[in-house]
C-alpha cells in the first residue's frame, strides 16, 4: 500500500479548486479560468505543464471516464466537448496524423 511522506509543489498556477479524473486534473483559477494539466502518467503523476482552455467559471466537477462540468457565472450549466484524432502512420509518409488530442481546440457546450 502506497503511503505519502511529503507534498510536492506544482508551479505554474493558484488554484481554487482542483478536481479529478481517472486521468487528468483540471484546476480554476482564482480568476475562473480553467486550466488542464498534461503529461500525467504512471511514472510521472505529476504531470508535465498547464494549459488553460477558454472560459470563465464560478464551479467545476469532472466524471472518472474525464467529462468536463462547469458553472458559469451566470449560473448556466457547459459540459467541456472535446475532440481527439488517431495518430496515422504510413511506411511511406511518416507521420500523417500529426495533430494530437491535446493540439485541438475544444469547446464548451452549453446545456
Known amino acids: 500500500m502506497p503511503v505519502g511522506t511529503a507534498w510536492e509543489h506544482i508551479p505554474g498556477l493558484q488554484a481554487s479548486q482542483l ?50 462540468w462547469a458553472v458559469a457565472p451566470t449560473g448556466a450549466l457547459n459540459q467541456r466537448l472535446t475532440k481527439t484524432l488517431q495518430n496515422n502512420r504510413s511506411k511511406n509518409h511518416g507521420n500523417v496524423g500529426s495533430l494530437s488530442g491535446e493540439e485541438l481546440e475544444e469547446e464548451w457546450e452549453v446545456i
Open 19 to 68: 478536481v479529478l479524473s481517472l486521468r487528468t486534473a483540471w484546476v480554476r483559477l482564482y480568476n475562473g479560468a480553467v486550466a488542464r494539466r498534461y503529461g500525467i502518467t504512471e511514472k510521472n503523476p505529476a504531470g508535465d505543464y498547464w494549459k488553460k482552455i477558454p472560459g470563465l467559471f464560478s464551479w467545476l466537477a469532472v466524471t472518472p471516464m474525464d467529462e468536463l
